[in-house]
């Protein structure tokens, strides 16, 4: 009978550290890739990207800027998921500036934002009742050409009614509509 004894590898942690973002253990996450570091493994893109994206599910966005942090200082580049995942923690932790600081740090990195950048900005803008940086973004989505989805559309309707925008609001609506994005039970004007 011979026995194999295994040893860990970047791939086996990267597999449980996206086992943990799925399951939103954050904090199991960030233990282990702490121990890849234990065990003279260094972490890579995939590794920080899971790691971010469990901080974002657990809502704790000071830690998904530490990993970023950290992506940097061992000269890994982010990537669009990187961006994607930090913004949307931003938003989740209603920081709605350093959501789009980094929006804008993904285009000075030559990263085209995808819908989902501008969703997250656009959710941050709302969160921060900060209208008109979301109806912004609702207009760079154009110049990116992007479509701005039911998401895009709920996020700057809801961004203009916390603001008092109620106009602003009624036209997002109608332009929803000439797109052809179906409003749902979250677009409501109120």
Do not use: H
Request: overall charge negative; hydrophobic content about 45%.
């Amino acid at each position: 009978m011979c026995l194999v004894k295994l040893e860990p590898s970047v791939i086996s942690f990267n597999s449980v550290i996206s086992a943990c973002n799925k399951c939103k253990q954050w904090q199991l996450a960030l233990t282990l890739l702490r121990d890849m570091r234990d065990e003279k493994l260094d972490p890579n893109v995939v590794s920080y990207n899971a790691g971010i994206s469990a901080c974002e599910k657990g809502k704790k966005w000071q830690q998904a800027m530490v990993l970023l942090l950290e992506m940097w200082q061992a000269k890994l580049e982010p990537n669009d998921v990187s961006y994607n995942a930090g913004i949307s923690a931003c938003e989740k932790g209603k920081q709605w500036q350093q959501a789009l600081a980094l929006f804008r740090e993904m285009w000075q990195a030559k990263l085209e934002p995808s819908i989902i950048s501008f969703n997250a900005g656009i959710s941050a803008c709302e969160k921060g009742v900060q209208w008109s940086l979301a109806l912004a973004l609702l207009s760079e989505m154009a110049e990116a050409k992007l479509e701005p989805d039911g998401i895009s559309y709920n996020a700057g309707i809801s961004a203009c009614e916390k603001g008092a925008q109620w106009q602003q609001a009624l036209a997002l609506l109608l332009e929803m509509w000439e797109a052809k994005v179906v409003p749902d039970s979250a677009t409501t004007l109120e």
